[in-house]
């Protein structure tokens, strides 16, 4: 069991749709990571919440919007995606700041989203 | 710019046959490397952070090795359940706070 929790599991959703992923975090960590997965490819990053506020922003389409409520939660809203956003939608943790710390990423077991 | 490239990209070995992962890194001031075990459908889980050529660190049938251009990751006896994706991610000093991941390598053992 991973320390990261991210709920859904599984999501299907039209185009035009709206919904949400969630994740929690209770290690105490201040950095908050999304990532997307293809399938046989590494990890992208998306976003990067640092002390609960948005630090990176991989030129992600605002399509995509995250939400930091907490320094234990992290959200990302979905709307209007297309199908090639299908994918496994990752979340991650650090203990400190990236560009601060070398600690690893604790990576959550993701989101399966299909776009339809 | 920095770069992280992993091989082979598959590798299949028969099990007790031990075998290494290459990760090669071109990163300015290495911060840490990391590896990462992923199995389908899930998330990767953290396996290692070596910080500096010369460093090594074990875990069960795995050992992870860094020198100043690459990282090894040896498999000793493996069994069927190291049947994963390995990945090899690179942090630095240049990366602008970011972790660089390698492509990956599939490894799978037959019984």
């Known amino acids: 069991d991973t320390e990261v929790t991210q709920t859904p599991k599984h999501l299907v959703m039209g185009m035009t749709n709206k919904k949400s992923l969630k994740c929690e975090q209770h290690?105490?960590?201040?950095?908050m990571y999304w990532y997307k997965q293809k399938a046989k490819k590494p990890p992208e990053l998306m976003f990067v919440?640092?002390?609960?506020?948005?630090?990176i922003n991989e030129s992600v389409p605002s399509r995509f919007s995250p939400e930091c409520p907490n320094s234990s939660l992290l959200n990302l809203h979905l709307h209007a995606l297309q199908p090639e956003d299908s994918a496994l939608y990752l979340c991650?943790?650090?203990?400190?700041?990236?560009?601060?710390?070398?600690?690893?990423?604790?990576f959550g077991n993701g989101t399966r989203l299909t776009v339809t | 710019e920095d770069q992280v490239t992993q091989s082979p990209e598959a590798l299949r070995l028969q099990e007790g046959e031990s075998s290494s992962l290459n990760c090669s890194y071109t990163v300015s001031g290495l911060r840490g490397l990391f590896w990462y075990r992923q199995d389908p459908g899930k998330g990767p889980e953290f396996l290692f952070t070596?910080?500096?050529a010369g460093e090594e660190k074990e875990k069960e049938r795995l050992k992870a090795t860094l020198t100043k251009k690459e990282s090894f990751l040896h498999i000793t006896a493996p069994k069927p359940e190291d049947s994963a994706t390995y990945l090899c991610?690179?942090?630095?000093?240049?990366?602008?706070?970011?972790?660089?991941f390698g492509s990956g390598t599939r490894l799978s053992i037959r019984p």
């Open positions: 290690m105490g960590h201040r950095a």
């Open positions: 919440y640092s002390y609960e506020k948005l630090s």
């Open positions: 070596l910080y500096s």
């Open positions: 991610a690179a942090s630095g000093y240049s990366s602008a706070s970011k972790i660089i």
């Open positions: 991650a943790s650090s203990q400190g700041p990236p560009g601060l710390t070398n600690s690893p990423l604790h």
